[in-house]
């Protein structure tokens, strides 16, 4: 007779708990260090030409905190712990969430797209289409009359295409000022009154406090046709980060000189229309995520020379000096070079030596 084996008591206690320490879900997000991923086989310029070396973005890996996660990222130097409003402000719904992530990733490519097509003299035509919202600040007018995607396209009725020609039409109002704005919201055009209200001190830098406005962030919805046609394949992708990195391959795939020089060169840094590189989150992690990734020339943010900034009235070092710090602590060769616009990158690249 075979005798049924029976699981001690203390194995199922040990099981629950390691269930629970992996599913239960502490407010705090962790990232880590991610990759660097080629965008040569992202961005496809028609007709581009090629290159020996290759451009990279780099990557951090974000997610919800469990309990053995977040123990583990107080005694990890790579691994950053951040506060679930730090990520997601209060209120904000998921699929808010993924529209601000959205929203931020195609103005990058726009803005890559731009200025590499203009640096390099290729045909662009750009028309612009009014300005989306793509984030509500908490305790202000907008929070109850505007959602996330209305498409603003005339205030007071005056139509406007740009989010400068928003700005210029409410400059001048006071608190308790009443703003008529024309929307689309799902297909369809409504209109909205909202007032103008005094930011929250909570909710906004220091340099904005007791400043007025409607409490709205917008992105432009502009239209941008090329000559040739550029494909940039976003889908596993989020954020404005990878800004200066989708120009430098756009730019590469459109001119005959290959400045990767044969090299693997990856980096980071917001992008704007005027080729200005921004400051990004996490620069250390993908410092990390380089070297593991065998890049050997990294761009970062130069903030124009500065040691430090101030972020919410708190000194900390700029991308560029905590680029050098992260290099440094894990012992790197990968060169580390300071960039404040896209043309410094491009006249880095051109003084380099090739390697073949």
Known sequence: ???????????????????????????????????????????????????????????????KANIVQYAWAKVNDYHEIYREEQIRPDGETNEEYNHRQLYMMEDSKEQATVVAYTEA????????????????????????????????????????????????????????????LKLERDGKKIEKNVHIGTFPDSEVPESERGKVGLGIVLVEDRSVKVNPNVEIDTSQIGGPSAGLMFTLEIYNQLVEEDLTKGYKIAGTGTIDYDGNVGRIGGIKQKIVAAHKSGVEIFFAPNEHGKEHVSVNGDPIPTNYQEALEAARDIKTEMKIIPVDTFKDALNYLEKLEPTY
Not at 13 to 22: D, H, R, T
Not at 39 to 57: C, H, Q, R, T
Not at 143 to 155: H, N, S, T, Y
């Open 1 to 63: 007779m075979n005798k049924q084996r029976r699981i001690p008591k203390s194995w199922i206690i040990i099981c629950v708990i390691a269930i629970f320490l992996s599913f239960f879900r502490l407010p705090f997000y962790i990232s880590t260090p991610g990759m660097a991923k080629e965008l040569a086989p992202i961005v496809k310029v028609d007709g581009g030409y090629s290159a020996e070396g290759s451009f990279s973005l780099t990557t951090i890996r974000m997610g």
């Open 121 to 180: 003299k290729k045909d662009i035509d750009i028309s612009y289409n009014g300005v989306y919202v793509s984030s509500i600040i908490k305790g202000m007018p907008a929070e109850k009359q505007l959602e996330i995607g209305d498409r603003l396209f005339a205030v007071d009725g005056k139509e406007m295409r740009t989010a400068k020609e928003f700005i210029s039409n409410v400059t001048n109002k006071k608190a308790g000022d009443v703003v008529k």
